[in-house]
């Protein structure tokens, strides 16, 4: 019997899944999402990850694209790649998840698998997701259905480690089954895979990965602020620090998105339910929610020193994603650099090419359509992204945007003379 698979959750994770495995097996991609699935049968991703080809291609390989999980009744393996985000508290929300998960316990059967690729703490797909599966399905956990967990690690934006030349972390409920979901991504993943011992095991690694980035990008960043007080350029103690060879090269800046802000307060959420306090992992945390307050600050403190007056002050800022070159405006923090101009009654207006102009957060946003290079508008700038397009801005032309004294913020380090550079 050839596997049917059936993607749930079309987003930067599903959607590329999908295409990949499209080319080996017959694939649903289901969403709850209706514009995102006329979108995709009319060949066009919002997130850029798939081109029009892509999906054509998809599309004539069989694949079907639905928002109706009955039509998904037919699949044997079921691959969970819904975002798992936080809570106002910084707890994990694990709703999308286990939604998903009940959908599926409706229509699961005899011998199907469930593969959860969603960022989680260790024990989620056990400790929650089966016992959900068990009760919608009426079935019995590996005598009935088997579980896996095979975590993704797409790169929003990155067209070179895409998701078949990434290495994939792979494991299941039963040694059986490991090897057969194992088989199952080896077939599609030409990096190959690494078959973890158990469940837990994979969603700890996971959960780690992101977790040390953070922590690491914070000492940068704590770093960063120190040598500012010594009035010391951070960016060249980098550049000297990385000529020894086992110097971890990292910049300072925002920590936003979906990964990387959010994953180590899934861990910190479990360590404290056992009674551990993760106190280096949480101080990372309170460091890189701290950037945003702390760019808004030396911005203020420029204007002050230049004589600008702060109310109805006209602020642009470069650049709203959470990261370069790609759209994906989820947990930006450069959006709360916004809220803090607001507060001080600034009017800020936003210019980033990347970002599509019908989503709803960018409706929050006063966009301008192209830089006015000689208007002598803003009374400060705020380089906050590193888009391709932002680095070849020249001094002149940041010169010829401002009004008075220029005041250049350099958030990512691509600004060839700022007034102030993180």
Known sequence: MIDKICIIGLGYVGLP????????FPVIGLDINKDRIDELNNCFDRTLELSEEQIQDALNNGTIFTNNIDSCKTCNIYIVTVPTPIDKSNKPDLTPIIKSTQAIGEILKQDDIVI?????????????CVPILEKYSGLQFNKSFFCGYSPERV?????????????????????????????????????????????????AAKVIENTQRDVNIAL?????????????????????????????????????GHCIGVDPYYLTYKAQTLGYI?????????????????????????????????????????????????????????LEIIKEFNEFECYVEVYDYWIDKSDLLSKKLNFIDKLPLNSQKYDAIVVAVSHN?????????????????PIVIDVKGIVKKPTWRL
């Open 17 to 24: 899944l999908a295409h990949a495995f499209s080319k080996k």
């Open 116 to 128: 959860y690729e969603s960022t989680v703490y260790p024990g989620v797909t056990e400790d929650i």
């Open 155 to 203: 790169n929003p934006g990155d067209k070179k480690h895409t998701i078949t030349n990434i290495l994939k972390i792979t494991s299941g409920s039963t040694p059986e089954i490991a090897q057969k979901i194992d088989l199952l991504y080896k077939s599609i993943i030409s990096a190959g895979t690494h078959l973890a011992p158990t469940i837990k095991v994979a969603e």
């Open 220 to 256: 940068i960043n704590e770093f960063a602020q120190i040598f500012d007080l010594m009035n010391i350029n951070t960016q060249d103690v980098i550049e000297a620090a990385s000529t020894k060879w086992n110097f971890v090269k990292l910049f300072p800046g925002l920590v936003g």
């Open 278 to 334: 993760p106190n280096l992992i949480l101080g990372a945390r309170e460091i890189n929610n701290s950037m945003s307050k702390l760019i808004v600050d030396k911005t203020i403190k420029s204007m002050i020193k230049a004589d600008k007056k702060l109310k109805y002050a006209k602020i642009l800022v470069l650049g709203a994603t959470f990261k370069e070159n790609c759209p994906d405006m989820r947990n930006s923090k450069v």
């Open 389 to 405: 397009t932002f680095k070849n801005i020249s001094t002149e032309n940041y010169i010829g945007m401002s009004k008075g004294i």
